[in-house]
């Protein structure tokens, strides 16, 4: 088992729609979670970023941490073409240097 | 901007030729990393630094050397190149400082290396 999994989609969404993506992980451990953002050819960059259990919210995206059933999720309003991009979750421990990727799910946004 | 340059961009190999990528920051992050990424896997991690001359490896460090003789320039070495390690190749600085806790990783462009 993969320490942290992601559905690789594609997921295709019409403009203005509301997105949920979605990874679940293994290690309790996992203390910090991350959202990275990476459009083709880029290096990936931090879109969110929360620690422990609970939600957090910039602008259009909502990202809601789950530690009782190991869920983290990223919600994003008002789907802009913009938007399309891959998205990777990242999962880190107190004192642990690496950290774990999904492998990421690639969203298109369609005009 | 986290100051991070990687290079080269782009390579093309041939099996068994040694292949060195850099990595140079402009911001005297303690901490730089490896990663490569491929279709289905995602980010895994090479090798990591956390200091000068201070490396660890990661979870596909098998075929890969590195070395930090200064802050700034962190190398990924591939001593003999397999088709295998077709890749696109990341470094990382982890942001915050040293004593921060933070989780950010802020990340170059890439290198993306072929090896026929």
């Known amino acids: 088992q993969k320490e942290v999994e992601q559905d690789p989609g594609p997921l295709s969404v019409p403009e203005g729609a509301i997105v949920s993506l979605n990874c679940t992980y293994s290690n309790s451990a996992f203390q910090y979670f991350m959202w990275y953002r990476q459009y083709s050819r880029k290096g990936p960059e931090l879109l969110m970023y929360?620690?422990?259990?609970g939600n957090k919210e910039d602008g259009r995206f909502t990202a809601q941490v789950d530690k009782s059933s190991k869920y983290i999720s990223l919600f994003i309003r008002d789907s802009q073409p913009s938007d399309s991009a891959t998205y990777l979750c990242?999962?880190?421990?107190?004192?642990?240097?690496?950290?774990?990727f999904g492998p990421g799910t690639r969203l298109s946004v369609l005009p | 901007d986290a100051g991070i340059t990687q290079s080269p961009r782009h390579k093309v190999t041939e099996t068994g030729t040694p292949v060195t990528l850099r990595c140079h920051q402009t911001e005297n992050h303690r901490y730089m990393y490896w990663y490569r990424q491929d279709p289905g896997h995602g980010l895994r991690l090479i090798h990591y630094?956390?200091?000068?001359?201070?490396?660890d490896k990661g979870e596909v460090s098998d075929g890969y050397s590195v070395s930090r003789s200064k802050t700034e320039d962190f190398l990924l070495t591939l001593e003999s190149a397999t088709s295998s390690q077709t890749s696109v190749y990341f470094c990382?600085?982890?942001?915050?400082?040293?004593?921060?806790?933070?989780?950010?990783?802020?990340f170059g462009e890439g290198s993306r290396l072929t090896v026929l």
């Open positions: 630094s956390y200091g000068v001359k201070d490396t």
């Open positions: 990242a999962t880190r421990d107190n004192y642990g240097q690496n950290f774990v």
């Open positions: 990382a600085l982890r942001g915050g400082g040293e004593q921060a806790n933070t989780g950010e990783l802020f």
């Open positions: 929360t620690y422990s259990s």
